[in-house]
């Protein structure tokens, strides 16, 4: 008995050693390429080789373009602007109109895209912009820019009250955007990514090549040397963060010499001035931290911190300067949970 049982035992356990599945390999496909305005590097899990969506992520930004690019003289954002009478707009440019309201009237006006005009004076947008900018002409375009004065019809028609009121959506167009290849991904199953583009961030899963939540960093606002500093590493897992600073983008007035930063203090109408540095906000979308963002670098401190605690799926690590130059750092609790403090 004992010379049958042992080569079945043997036969059992090879049969059990074989039914066992070796582990699926992770394959991971990169998209990189330039597109509204800046760079985007995209990370997706795929079910087989050759899987690529890089047509429908290209489709994606023309279709954002084509709705609400100012520097795109043929889209809808730049018609309205000129105030042409046959413009309906489309699905995208009324869901970033109505979240803008939204964001507007939570922020007491700081955010508002309708300071277009603004922008191409200071020098920040598509049209040519006005040197030495006077602060009478600075009150002039203030008279017609606001949230409060303009409205779409159901029939997607936009009234303005004045003709020279401008749209500018640059301070949420990329947050949306990713925001849709991030849905497009969803549709098609893939269940692991991260979209990148022009530093804006949304994650979905984990990295599952390092088996790993999605490690990012944050740009230093204090950049000492030439090559790039971060200030902090944080993990994202289905969330989206975005960052605002006026540490790169600036202009110079050629006839003054003065800097001016790129954004602008929506009430004042001035580049704004304050002692914040940079702001990042993690949020459940793209388009709300890339907006919210934008908001909180000209909001007065104070509202901002108020504001927080009011938002229940927004957080923020806002960078600034006190009084006697040294760094200070504000974190709100649910952000200093995804801080990797032993990278």
Known sequence: MKAITFPLYICIAFLLTSCIEKPKEVLMHKNQGFALGTTYNIQYEIQKEGEDY???IENIFHVVNKSMSAYIPTSDISRINRNEKDVVIDEYFREVYNFSREVYEKTDGFFDPTVGALVNAWGFGPEKPINNLAKQQVDSIMAFTGFDKVRISEEGKVYKEHPSLTFDFNSLGKGYAIDL???????????NYIIEVGGEILTKGKNTKKVKKWTVAIDSPVQESSERQYIEYITLENKA????????????DPETGDHYVHILNAKTGYPMKNNVLSVSVIADNCMKADAYATAFMVMPYDKTKKLLSELNDVDAYI???DEYGNI???TTNGFQNLIITDF
């Open 54 to 56: 890089q047509d429908a």
């Open 181 to 191: 290849i991030g849905k497009m991904f969803d549709e098609k199953g893939i269940k």
């Open 241 to 252: 963060m975005a960052t605002s600073g006026n540490y790169r983008k600036y202009r110079v």
């Open 319 to 321: 960078v600034s300067r």
């Open 328 to 330: 200070q750092k504000y």
